[in-house]
C-alpha cells in the first residue's frame, strides 16, 4: 500500500514540476513533497519504522529513488528558469563590442555660419580671399584708417565698447579689415571680411549689441560703379538662389564717395508693395560705394592710380530674411530647439 503512494506522489510531483511556471511554483511543489516538516514524501519516510523487517528495505530503496528523482527534476527545472532569465536579460542588455563606438551626437552649424560659408564660397569663387582681424581693435584701424576721425559725426552713429584701461575698442564694424589687407597686401586686391562686431545697443526684437557682418573690397585700375553693381547682383543672386533687381540710393558713408543704400526689389510681393516692403516694393539691404580717396591714402595707395569699391552686408539681417526669423535674440540665445531647426 505504501509502495503504491510513493508511485503515484512520485509521478504526481515529477508532473508538477514540469508545468511549473516560476521558481516561486517550483518552490512550493519543493516544499509540499520534500520539506521537512510537511513534505509529503519525509512523511512516507518516517513510516518505514512501522513496516514489518521484510518490508522496510525495498519500500526504502523506492522512497530514495523517488526522492533523487524529484531533486534532479527540481534542479534541471530551476537551471531552465536560471537559463531564460539569462537569457532575457541578455537580449535586452546585449551589446555588440566589435561594432564602431557611436560617438558624439550630430550637431548642427549655426545659420549664421551657414549663410557666411556660403558667401565665402562665392566671393571665393569670384576670385577674392577671405581676411580676418582682431574683434578688440585700435582706434586708428576702427575710426581713422576709414576718413572718421575724432571730430567726425559718424562716430555718433557707431556706439562704441571701449576696453578700461587700454587704447582698444570691440570694433563697430568688420572694415578695419579692410585696412589690415590695403596695408599688408597692397593694390590689386579683391577681399571679403566676415566677423562678429559689437555696438552699445538697447536689446530688443530688432537690435543686439553683438551681430555678424560681411564687408567687401576691391581695389584695381579704373574701377567704376559698374563694377559694384555686378558683384552685388551675384551676390545678392546667390544668397537668395534667383536673379534680383536692385536700385541705387544716394547714401552716406565716410569711407565711400559716392556712397549708396542698394536695395532690393521685394522677394515677396515682387515690388507690387506689401507689409515687408512698406508698400514701396523695395527692401533696403546694404551700404556701399566707391573707396574714399583719403581712405586709400591712409593705407599708403595712391588714388591717382588705384581705384576701387567697398560695400558692407549684415549676415544677421540676412539669416533672419532668409529663414523668416522674426527677433533676433533668438540667433544668440543658445536654445537648441531653435538650433536644432538648421
Same mark, same amino acid.
Given at each position: 500500500m505504501?509502495e503504491?503512494?510513493i $508511485?503515484?506522489?512520485?509521478?504526481?510531483?515529477l508532473?508538477r514540476?514540469?508545468?511549473?511556471?516560476?521558481l516561486?511554483?517550483?518552490e512550493?511543489v519543493?516544499v509540499s513533497?520534500?520539506g521537512?516538516?510537511?513534505?509529503?514524501?519525509?512523511? @512516507? @519516510?518516517k513510516?518505514l519504522?512501522?513496516?514489518p523487517?521484510?518490508?522496510r528495505k525495498?519500500?526504502?530503496?523506492?522512497?530514495?529513488?523517488?526522492k533523487?528523482k524529484?531533486e534532479e527534476?527540481l534542479a534541471a527545472r530551476e537551471?531552465?528558469?536560471?537559463?531564460d532569465?539569462?537569457? *532575457?536579460?541578455?537580449?535586452t &542588455?546585449?551589446?555588440?563590442?566589435?561594432?564602431?563606438?557611436?560617438?558624439?551626437?550630430?550637431?548642427h552649424?549655426?545659420p549664421?555660419t551657414?549663410? $557666411?560659408? &556660403?558667401?565665402?564660397d562665392?566671393f571665393v569663387?569670384l576670385g577674392?580671399?577671405?581676411?580676418?582681424g582682431?574683434e578688440a581693435?585700435? &582706434?586708428?584701424h576702427n575710426?581713422?584708417a576709414?576718413?572718421i576721425?575724432?571730430?567726425?559725426?559718424?562716430?555718433?552713429? $557707431?556706439?562704441?565698447?571701449w576696453?578700461?584701461?587700454s587704447?582698444?575698442l570691440l570694433?563697430?564694424?568688420t572694415?578695419?579689415v579692410?585696412?589690415?589687407g @590695403?596695408e599688408?597686401?597692397?593694390p590689386?586686391?579683391?577681399?571679403v *571680411?566676415?566677423?562678429?562686431?559689437f555696438?552699445n545697443?538697447?536689446?530688443?526684437?530688432?537690435?543686439?549689441?553683438?551681430f555678424y557682418q560681411?564687408e567687401g @573690397? #576691391?581695389?584695381?585700375r579704373?574701377?567704376s560703379v559698374a563694377h559694384l553693381?555686378y558683384f #552685388?547682383?551675384v #551676390?545678392?543672386a546667390g544668397?537668395f538662389?534667383?536673379?534680383?533687381s536692385?536700385?541705387?540710393?544716394?547714401?552716406?558713408?565716410?569711407?565711400?564717395?559716392?556712397?549708396?543704400e542698394?536695395?532690393i526689389?521685394?522677394?515677396?510681393c515682387?515690388?507690387?508693395?506689401?507689409p515687408?516692403?512698406k508698400q514701396s516694393?523695395?527692401? &533696403?539691404q546694404?551700404?556701399?560705394g566707391l573707396?574714399h580717396?583719403?581712405v586709400?591714402r591712409?593705407s599708403?595707395?595712391?588714388p591717382?592710380?588705384?581705384?576701387?569699391?567697398?560695400f558692407?552686408?549684415g549676415?544677421t539681417?540676412l539669416?533672419?530674411m532668409?529663414?523668416g526669423?522674426?527677433?533676433?535674440?533668438?540667433l544668440q540665445?543658445?536654445?537648441?530647439r531653435?538650433?536644432e531647426q538648421?
Open positions: 505504501l503504491q503512494s $508511485q503515484e506522489l512520485e509521478s504526481s510531483s508532473a514540476i514540469a508545468s511549473a511556471r516560476s516561486e511554483e517550483l512550493v519543493r513533497v520534500l521537512r516538516k510537511e513534505g509529503a514524501l519525509t512523511h @512516507m @519516510m513510516e519504522g512501522k513496516l523487517p521484510e518490508e525495498s519500500t526504502g530503496k523506492l522512497v530514495n529513488a523517488a533523487q524529484l527534476a537551471k531552465q528558469f536560471a537559463d532569465t539569462l537569457r *532575457a536579460r541578455l537580449d &542588455e546585449w551589446i555588440d563590442l566589435t561594432l564602431p563606438a557611436p560617438g558624439p551626437r550630430r550637431g552649424l549655426h549664421i551657414q549663410i $557666411q560659408q &556660403e558667401l565665402e562665392l569663387s577674392f580671399a577671405v581676411l580676418d582682431p581693435e585700435t &582706434e586708428y575710426f581713422d576709414l576718413n576721425p575724432a571730430t567726425h559725426p559718424a562716430r555718433d552713429a $557707431q556706439d562704441t565698447f576696453l578700461e584701461g587704447n582698444l570694433r563697430t564694424h572694415s578695419p579692410q585696412v589690415r @590695403m599688408k597686401l597692397g590689386p586686391l579683391r577681399i *571680411a566676415p566677423g562678429r562686431v555696438r545697443e538697447s536689446v530688443d526684437a530688432s537690435h543686439e549689441h553683438t560681411i @573690397m #576691391m581695389v584695381d579704373d574701377v553693381l #552685388m547682383k #551676390m545678392l544668397v538662389q534667383r536673379e534680383v536692385v536700385r541705387l540710393r544716394p547714401g552716406y558713408f565716410p569711407f565711400v564717395e559716392p556712397g549708396f542698394l536695395d526689389q521685394c522677394l515677396l515682387g515690388g507690387s508693395g506689401c515687408v516692403c516694393g523695395w527692401v &533696403e546694404l551700404g556701399c573707396v580717396p583719403n586709400l591712409m599708403g595707395i595712391d591717382e592710380e588705384w581705384s576701387g569699391f567697398a558692407g552686408l549676415l539681417r539669416v533672419m532668409r529663414y526669423i522674426d527677433d533676433i535674440r533668438h540665445g543658445g536654445d537648441l531653435f538650433l538648421f
